[in-house]
Nanobody
Framework: QVQLVESGGGLVQAGGSLRLSCAAS????????VGWFRQAPGKEREFVSG???????SYADSVKGRFTISRDNPKNTVYLQMNSLKPEDTAVYYC????????????????WGQGTQVTVSS
């Protein structure tokens, strides 16, 4: 099974940018679709963005036009570029992997990273 490690979180002012990375090991990365999810305190984990094995992308409405997902298969890494950050983007961000296509529901992913905290100050 693939193991995932997120990095790149931190504290940023509203309007700023961060780039999250999701590094994979222990599996054939090109066979996995990857999703980014986030969970704020007291809220359910929600879908943010996903990228399929073929590079097709999807986004939650709340981040469209501000976030960009990409993958670098030789580096076994998926990135989430986050621009124009807002305080409501504050959450722990997780990446997750599954075979075949992406899915917007967390229950359909078996492999998860430990999460990285993103805090956006107003």
């Amino acid at each position: 099974q693939v193991q995932l490690v997120e990095s790149g979180g931190g504290l940023v002012q509203a309007g700023g940018s961060l780039r999250l990375s999701c590094a994979a090991s222990g599996g054939t990365f090109i066979n996995y679709a990857v999703g980014w999810f986030r969970q704020a305190p007291g809220k359910e984990r929600e879908f943010v963005s996903g990228i399929s094995t073929g590079g097709g992308t999807s986004y939650a409405d709340s981040v469209k036009g501000r976030f960009t997902i990409s993958r670098d298969n030789p580096k076994n890494t998926v990135y989430l570029q986050m621009n124009s950050l807002k305080p409501e983007d504050t959450a722990v961000y997780y990446c997750a992997a599954r075979f075949y296509g992406t899915h917007t529901q967390a229950a359909f992913y078996r492999n998860w990273g430990q999460g990285t905290q993103v805090t956006v100050s107003s």
